[in-house]
């Protein structure tokens, strides 16, 4: 089974600096899908980013990347230039690539990131 | 991305009546709907599959005639918790998928308190 760990409950970092969030999980696939999700306290979820695992570059969207190292299993997200709204909870997600009814994510316990101004 | 609600936002019920959560998928055909359970600063805890016009595939230790799912249609799915307990307080949140769709969009959830 796959499973997806995240080793660091909470994190903080200063208005305008860089910070790195890790994650790591375990699969016997080739094939799938990473993703960072954002929880602000409003609740609602926000997908941050994805990554095929198929694709060696590293996915980014505007201040967030990613560092994905898919021999070492490892997916951590760079937040630069961090902003007061990027205080959220955020979770690592996998999803297998050929899904078919086996769709759901598995989620890892989440990083608490709160930024100071 | 594409747009999910669920009403209620809040709901307060009394211990022992059974209370009905709508998700629905506004802007697109959800052929599947996930439903999760969230409690306070932990992670999303996936309760059941919900796929359009089949019955709901429910994760292991999730009570199935406790948490009735129905996916009628395209654009709704409820989740119904009967005879609630004050331990089914949480916060539960939707999510739909369009075929193989690899995103799943996430509705702004509903906290619900049992007295």
């Known amino acids: 089974a796959q499973t997806v760990t995240q080793s660091q409950p909470e994190m903080s970092v200063q208005e305008a600096e860089t910070v790195t969030l890790s994650c790591t999980y375990d699969t016997s696939e080739s094939d799938y899908y990473l993703f960072w999700y954002k929880q602000p306290p409003s609740r609602q979820m926000i997908l941050v980013i994805r990554q095929e695992a198929y694709k060696q570059q590293n996915a980014t969207e505007n201040r967030f990347s990613v560092n994905f190292q898919k021999a070492a299993k490892s997916f951590s997200l760079k937040i630069s230039d961090s902003q007061l709204g990027d205080a959220a909870m955020y979770f690592c997600?996998?999803?297998?690539?050929?899904?078919?009814?086996?769709?759901?994510?598995?989620w890892g316990l989440g990083t608490s990131l709160a930024v100071n101004p | 991305g594409a747009v999910v609600s669920q009403h209620p936002s809040r709901v307060i019920c009394k211990s022992g009546t059974s209370v009905k959560i709508e998700c629905r998928s506004l802007d697109f055909q959800a052929t599947t709907m996930f439903w999760y359970r969230q409690f306070p600063k932990q992670s999303l805890m996936l309760m059941a599959t919900?796929?359009?016009?089949?019955?709901?595939?429910?994760e292991q230790g999730v009570e199935k005639d406790k948490f009735l799912i129905n996916h009628a249609s395209l654009t709704l799915s409820t989740l119904t918790v009967t005879s609630a307990h004050p331990e089914d307080s949480s916060f539960y949140i939707c999510s739909t998928q369009h075929g193989s769709s690899y995103e799943q969009y996430f509705g702004p959830g509903t906290r619900l308190t049992v007295t």
């Open positions: 997600a996998y999803r297998r690539y050929n899904a078919g009814n086996n769709r759901k994510l598995i």
């Open positions: 919900s796929n359009e016009g089949s019955k709901a595939t429910y």
